[in-house]
Nanobody, 126 residues
Framework: QVQLVESGGGSVQTGGSLRLSCAASGRTFSSYTGGWFRQAPGKEREFVAAISWSGGSTSYADSVKGRFTVSRDNAKNAVYLQMNSLKPEDTAVYYC???????????????????WGQGTQVTVSS
């Protein structure tokens, strides 16, 4: 089992920045892909970014490329999402997720992940 807890959400104005953190406990998190997803009211949960166990591979949704950066620190059992140039359409609950191993073709698929955090709210006002 892997337990995930997100933090760092909040309210910012358009153009602002936030850094989300995901703290993992349980099994050796360094073997797991770390993913970030988000869900806005009335919408389905969507992929944001993912990072392989080594940090050597990353993947981003087109909507956040160039603005968001995913990273990890296996010594701290943590995955991060640095969000810059935030827009109102980035407003959502952000979830951290984990799956064993990296498979590039499915890292953006919600059902590919076995473990989920409780989510943290990000609100961007215009």
């Amino acid at each position: 089992q892997v337990q995930l807890v997100e933090s760092g959400g909040g309210s910012v104005q358009t153009g602002g920045s936030l850094r989300l953190s995901c703290a993992a406990s349980g099994r050796t998190f360094s073997s797991y892909t770390g993913g970030w997803f988000r869900q806005a009211p009335g919408k389905e949960r969507e992929f944001v970014a993912a990072i392989s166990w080594s940090g050597g591979s990353t993947s981003y949704a087109d909507s956040v490329k160039g603005r968001f950066t995913v990273s990890r620190d296996n010594a701290k059992n943590a995955v991060y999402l640095q969000m810059n140039s935030l827009k109102p359409e980035d407003t959502a609950v952000y979830y951290c997720a984990a799956r064993f191993g990296w498979v590039h073709t499915i890292v953006a698929v919600t059902t590919a992940y076995d473990y989920w955090g409780q989510g943290t709210q990000v609100t961007v006002s215009s």
